[in-house]
DNA sequence: GGGACTTACATAACCTGTTATCCAATTTGG
DNA sequence: CCAAATTGGATAACAGGTTATGTAAGTCCC
């Protein structure tokens, strides 16, 4: 019998570490959601990050957005689309290039930021400090360093130089 | 005016954390993806997991694949579908039970999990390692506090809480 | 033993991201 | 000034997960 399971993912160890963050990302998503829903917010958190660069950067355009939230540009003109329909946004020909399309918030979305940052993100924000354990900043160091890691020297380069340097053991 | 922006991000902070852990898993994905293709291995990476679920745990029901794995179970369906498919498992109905789905590892299957264990994965969870930093079980560590924080107290009520406990400055 | 629940899986529809490609507007150079 | 290259965005197709629901097999209980 396969006894206790869940060990699955943990066995694999590292080599999984890119499923199990994808995972708990995920779930804290979802949990996050659900105090969003708690609060009545009328839209979905994955909209939230695109709102909130507006907010604080002001009117951009959808390419400004992409690179703000790196997010592809498709990804972009399809949040961006559901936000103006819901009435958070609006958007029009930039006066100076007529390709780009600039996307601003509305009134609406405004006060639906202002009211977010009062009360909302912060509750948000404790609560995953808390869930983080005694020192929440420390997980975000890690995620830098592996970050930064990545950027510099992909996995593969790694992986060709481990490998030379084993290959007499083999 | 929003004056020095930032903040509305700094309130997304560990809202923003889901989407990055999220982010940040894929990128290890597409790194490990790169290895696996250089090795000429046929699967993509995201096939990984049951396979060597199914490896180590030895022949098991979609029901089981599902929460060794922690995907649901149509996922589970659809991934087991495409590894039949390309000969890596094999499956058909249990002997007590006509209605569960036993997946097993083909030949063909059990000896790519061999190869894999044997060069590929090592090279993999060295890289990784090493791209994690000094201490990597650290993260490791974080990332089960994280985990197992929110499946002793979801964070809607952790917020409740502390929201409750933060009234009175309001 | 036969009807009502339960269980295990399959299927469908959707979400949210991706890459690839296309179109229109702008810029550039001869 | 016009043709070519570039740029900004939209659209389509696909990926890999999800939830919701359907269906067949098994179990319970009168």
Redesign the interface.
Known sequence: ???S?????K???????????????????A??Q??LD?AKVPVP?SH??PL??L????AMTVGDLSRAL?VTQPGVTRMTGALETAGLVRSGAAEDDGRARVIELTPAGRGL?AR??RHT?????????????DDPG???G??A???D??EE????A??AR??KGARRHD
């Open positions: 019998m396969a006894g399971n869940e060990d699955a993912l066995g694999l160890g590292h080599l999984a570490l890119g499923t199990r963050l994808k995972r708990l990302g995920d779930r804290l998503q949990h996050a659900v105090i708690e958190a939230l990050p909130a660069a907010d604080s950067g002001g790196g930021l977010l940052k993100f912060p509750l948000i924000e404790a609560a995953v400090r808390e869930a983080c354990g420390r997980l975000l890690q995620l360093v592996l970050e890691a990545l020297l992909p996995l593969a790694r992986a481990l490998a």
